[in-house]
């Protein structure tokens, strides 16, 4: 996977997310899980695809992602984006999370995950699929 591939001229990372993780998302373990993760940057990689096609989009590809740290209770999860290209039947989107501690020496921030994501449109509402 290419995390180096050239943006859309003038698109630059964006904040498409920031959320916090609450007691209830918390594993039985008392960890985040993954599937939190995971839940959040689906909803972060599809802000830019749906605003470039103008309706809802539906995750159809998941490149290799890279996982270096996991959020905590109490952090901040903020997710950055930018479309790496877009046309008219779907958009690829570059997706980075950060998380952010509040540690005894103040804010500290590290890198959760990044990855490429690929969107297509829906079928508009009442209409039926090809």
């Given at each position: 996977m290419a995390?180096?591939s050239s943006?859309i001229?003038?698109?630059g990372?964006?904040?498409?997310l920031?959320?916090i993780?609450m007691?209830?998302?918390?594993g039985i373990?008392?960890?985040i899980p993954?599937?939190?993760?995971?839940?959040?940057?689906?909803?972060?990689?599809a802000v830019?695809p749906g605003?470039?096609?103008r309706?809802?989009?539906a995750?159809v590809?998941?490149?290799?992602i890279?996982v270096?740290?996991?959020p905590?209770l109490?952090?901040?999860v903020?997710?950055?984006?930018?479309?790496?290209?877009?046309?008219a039947?779907?958009?690829?989107v570059e997706?980075?999370a950060?998380r952010?501690s509040?540690?005894?020496?103040?804010?500290?921030?590290e890198q959760?995950?990044?990855?490429?994501l690929?969107?297509v449109p829906l079928?508009?509402?009442?209409?039926?699929?090809?």
């Amino acid at each position: 996977m290419a995390f180096d591939s050239s943006p859309i001229p003038g698109e630059g990372l964006q904040t498409v997310l920031r959320t916090i993780p609450m007691p209830a998302d918390l594993g039985i373990g008392g960890q985040i899980p993954i599937g939190w993760v995971l839940g959040q940057l689906d909803q972060a990689g599809a802000v830019l695809p749906g605003g470039h096609f103008r309706r809802n989009v539906a995750l159809v590809q998941l490149d290799a992602i890279e996982v270096e740290a996991m959020p905590v209770l109490g952090d901040f999860v903020t997710f950055r984006a930018r479309l790496l290209d877009a046309g008219a039947e779907r958009a690829r989107v570059e997706v980075q999370a950060l998380r952010t501690s509040r540690g005894a020496q103040g804010p500290e921030q590290e890198q959760v995950l990044r990855t490429c994501l690929v969107y297509v449109p829906l079928p508009a509402e009442g209409s039926m699929p090809d």
